[in-house]
């Protein structure tokens, strides 16, 4: 499969038609339908925008925006130095830029975050009360979240028939389209380009992780067509294990998109594999697809007896868990691989995201939030959705009462312990069983392997048995009172 990109690149004659086309959860040329619309118009202007008005608990933490930052900076070497950068409110910003370039057409990815939507029918409208046509495509998702509904014309609210009945029954998710050949507006050097930002010590330690932008997702996918989807069905769950392909942050840019992934995995691997590989990916769908038709869930509950949830409020424990000091291993080594790598296998995810909603009966909220700002492949519905669905509060969510168990899920995924021995180094000496649940080792054995709890390793946090217990009663409490 082809790394490159290989569009045809040329510059604009004067009086060429203008095209501005607005990148944004698309940061790619390949199958970028909004973006093609933009090419067979004319000249194109391609602009970014750092966009200043995205209220605090839509926007994309420090890790993301990391990311975004170079692949800007790959962005603007596939389209030779031409992107421009603004930064500021795209009302105010776009019908400049229109005058400006004197632009015809206007094209963009649609984005699915509800500020986002409403802002974007607000300015498609004064934008064409300019004279402009405004092209929006979708380009982020395989299933538009519109065309998709029960035969009672009602959103669907659970997975299984959202996926089988609606998505499935539509019609087949576009094929892919190659990079349009782009006749480009030259930026002046007067105008703002892209600049490679000064970065963080944590930023460039990320950076010793990824390589960002369009050719590395597909080297990326490449990678993981040869060496992961075999197996991808029965090794997904397993973090030490190559199964997963760790394409979310691509996914997330729009650095590839779920079409290509779609279509890139047909035929490459048994028929349980590749059915189960796009299965996933209908629950990035899914989450969408709920966002869309149930904004207030960014906040609000998705079941609403869960407003009256006594969910509890203690910052130290909350910090505790963000840097990976619960006492419980595959707890701390999750959250220690999420500092470091900006990622977290899916596993682990649901694992301390329970851990969180249900031991320590933290806020959903107070955990989305510490994702948002630490995911290099956040997204508001993933994450939102994902949040409420572990909490036991989302959409075909796992029901509360099933509470994991950290300890088991650690032995029946991480079983040789190495996942644990690699983010919690001070457990490394442990024998196997006695990484999962150290305070269960003997003192002599923790002595040898050079463990002592509550000095180089803390003791548990809250006791898994009685913590578990808590939740339950809490569950029971409000199911009595609706
Ligand atoms: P693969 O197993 O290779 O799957 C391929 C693609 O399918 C993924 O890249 C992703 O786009 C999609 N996908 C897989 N599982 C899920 C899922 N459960 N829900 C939605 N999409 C899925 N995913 C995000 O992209 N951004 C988030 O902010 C995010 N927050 C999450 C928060 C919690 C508490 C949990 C439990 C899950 C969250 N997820 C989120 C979903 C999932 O964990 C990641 O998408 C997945 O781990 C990405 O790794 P991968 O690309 O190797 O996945």
């Given at each position: 499969m082809l790394t490159e990109i290989t569009p045809m690149i040329a510059f604009a004659s004067e009086n060429a038609p203008v095209a501005l086309h607005w990148f944004r959860n698309d940061l790619r040329l390949r199958d970028n339908p909004a973006l093609t619309e933009a090419a067979r118009f004319g000249a194109v202007v391609p602009v970014w925008i750092d966009d200043t008005t995205i209220p605090p608990n839509e926007a994309p933490g420090a890790a993301y925006r990391w990311w975004t930052r170079r692949s800007l900076v790959a962005l603007d070497d596939a389209l030779k130095g031409n992107l421009r950068f603004f930064r500021g409110d795209p009302s105010v910003l776009l019908?400049?830029?229109?005058?400006?370039?004197?632009?015809?057409?206007?094209?963009?990815t649609e984005a699915h975050e509800p500020c986002v939507r409403a802002r974007d029918t607000l300015l498609a409208t004064s934008l064409t009360e300019l004279g402009v046509e405004v092209v929006r495509r979708n380009g982020s998702l395989l299933w538009n979240p519109e065309t998709i509904a029960k035969p009672d014309g009602t959103p669907y609210r659970v997975f299984t028939p959202f996926f089988q009945k609606g998505c499935l029954a539509a019609p087949s998710p576009r094929t892919p389209l190659p990079a349009p050949d782009l006749t480009l507006i030259p930026r002046a050097a007067s105008e703002p380009g892209v600049e490679p930002a000064p970065e963080a010590e944590w930023e460039r330690k990320l950076g010793t992780q990824w390589t960002i932008g369009e050719a590395a997702a597909h080297t990326r996918l490449d990678a993981f067509l040869a060496n992961g989807l075999a197996g991808y069905a029965s090794g997904r769950d397993f973090p030490a294990r190559p199964h997963t392909s760790?394409?979310?942050?691509?996914?997330a840019h729009g650095e590839i998109s779920p079409n290509t992934l779609w279509y890139a995995v047909a035929g490459r691997a048994s028929a349980r594999d590749v059915a189960k590989f796009r299965t996933e990916l209908a629950w990035r769908e899914f989450a969408h697809y709920l966002l869309v038709h149930f904004p207030q869930?960014?906040?609000?509950?998705?079941?609403?007896?869960?407003t009256a949830f006594p969910w509890e409020e203690d910052e130290a424990l909350c910090r505790r868990w963000q840097r990976g000091e619960t006492g419980i291993p595959i707890v701390d080594a999750a959250m220690r691989a999420l500092w470091r790598t900006g990622y977290l296998h899916n596993r682990l995810r649901m694992v301390v995201a329970s851990f969180l909603t249900k031991n320590l009966l933290l806020h959903w909220r107070v955990g989305e939030a510490w994702f948002r700002d630490t995911l290099v492949d956040y997204t508001l519905a993933s994450n939102v959705a994902s949040w409420q669905w572990v909490a036991g509060c989302g959409a075909d969510a796992a029901p509360y009462f099933r509470i994991?168990?950290?300890?088991l899920q650690a032995e029946k995924f991480d079983p040789d312990g190495s996942f644990i021995a690699t983010y919690l180094p001070e457990l490394a000496k442990l024998p196997t069983p006695a990484r999962f649940a150290p305070w269960t080792a003997s003192e002599a054995t923790r002595e040898a392997a050079g463990l002592f709890l509550g000095k180089n390793y803390p003791q548990p946090i809250v006791s898994l048995v009685a913590s578990r217990a808590r939740a339950l009663a809490a569950y029971a409490r409000i199911k009595a009172s609706t």
């Open positions: 019908p400049d830029l229109v005058r400006r370039y004197g632009v015809r057409r206007v094209t963009w760790r394409l979310s942050p691509y996914l869930m960014v906040t609000e509950p998705f079941r609403p007896e869960f994991f168990n950290p300890v």
